[in-house]
């Protein structure tokens, strides 16, 4: 994938020129730095990318535009595995396919259409 149709994936067109800067600071805010990070796995042009709490410490804004980002990637046909605890009925519904573990080792899974 060349960096052109990451950049487009991943919404980072407007800040092409920025720097990264320093966390809470100056530069990208932390929600474009998780779809930053997404689009540097994405330039590997990975078939399968495994993301860890993609939404961790993002506000429900911020959480809902980089499951946006990982919708798109999902949408050129890549498998997207992902860990997320307590996602807000918006982003439960973004996922195709759903399985929730528990501590007593019941497995549920949700196939959505």
Do not use: W
């Amino acid at each position: 994938m060349f960096i052109e149709e990451v950049m487009e994936l991943v919404e980072l067109n407007s800040l092409r020129e920025a720097l990264v800067g320093l966390p809470g600071e100056n530069g990208l805010s932390t929600e474009q730095r998780k779809r930053l990070t997404i689009a540097v796995e994405l330039v590997a042009n990975p078939s399968i990318i495994f993301m860890d709490e993609p939404t961790s410490g993002l506000d429900a804004r911020a959480a809902a535009i980089v499951m946006r980002t990982v919708r798109n990637t999902v949408d050129t046909g890549r498998t997207v595995v992902c860990t997320i605890h307590q996602p807000s009925i918006d982003i439960f519904d973004s996922f195709d396919e759903v399985r929730i573990l528990n501590p007593f080792n019941f497995k549920y899974k949700i196939l959505k259409n």
